[in-house]
């Protein structure tokens, strides 16, 4: 039995508010504190993971032109980037919890992935 059950339509359903997240939680936690890049890194990534939710090819891209593992592979990629930032950026307090919290539910849910 495995433990993997997010499809690919639950994580379709996911992406567009994961972005919306992305882009307005760091001015919600007033992210910055420690440094600017802890509040700007969070938006730019919501910005392009919209942008990469619409060309992706699920049944909720827009465009679908970008294959689905290619998805799964950037959202790995994010993780991994969101939990070693407060260390290589210096990322302190709420910076750094912010940013351990997205990027190890980003993993899990990569990781949580039923194959097709």
Same mark, same amino acid.
């Given at each position: 039995?495995?433990?993997?059950?997010? *499809?690919?339509?639950? =994580?379709?359903?996911?992406?567009?508010? $994961?972005? $919306?997240?992305?882009?307005? @939680?760091?001015?919600?936690?007033?992210?910055?504190?420690? =440094? #600017?890049? @802890?509040?700007?890194?969070? %938006?730019? *990534?919501?910005?392009? @993971?919209?942008?990469? *939710?619409?060309? *992706? #090819?699920?049944?909720?891209?827009?465009?679908? %032109?970008?294959?689905?593992?290619? =998805?799964?592979?950037? #959202?790995?990629?994010?993780?991994? $980037?969101?939990? %070693? @930032?407060?260390?290589?950026?210096?990322?302190?307090?709420? #910076?750094?919890?912010?940013?351990?919290?997205?990027?190890?539910? %980003?993993?899990?849910?990569?990781?949580?992935?039923?194959?097709?």
């Amino acid at each position: 039995m495995s433990i993997r059950f997010i *499809t690919k339509e639950i =994580h379709a359903v996911l992406d567009y508010p $994961v972005a $919306v997240v992305l882009m307005g @939680a760091p001015f919600l936690f007033k992210l910055g504190g420690s =440094h #600017d890049l @802890a509040l700007w890194l969070s %938006v730019c *990534t919501g910005v392009a @993971a919209l942008i990469l *939710t619409i060309f *992706t #090819d699920h049944f909720l891209g827009v465009f679908r %032109v970008l294959p689905y593992k290619f =998805h799964l592979a950037v #959202d790995f990629i994010v993780g991994v $980037v969101f939990v %070693v @930032a407060p260390f290589l950026l210096g990322f302190s307090g709420v #910076d750094s919890l912010f940013y351990w919290i997205i990027g190890a539910t %980003v993993l899990c849910v990569v990781n949580l992935h039923k194959p097709e």
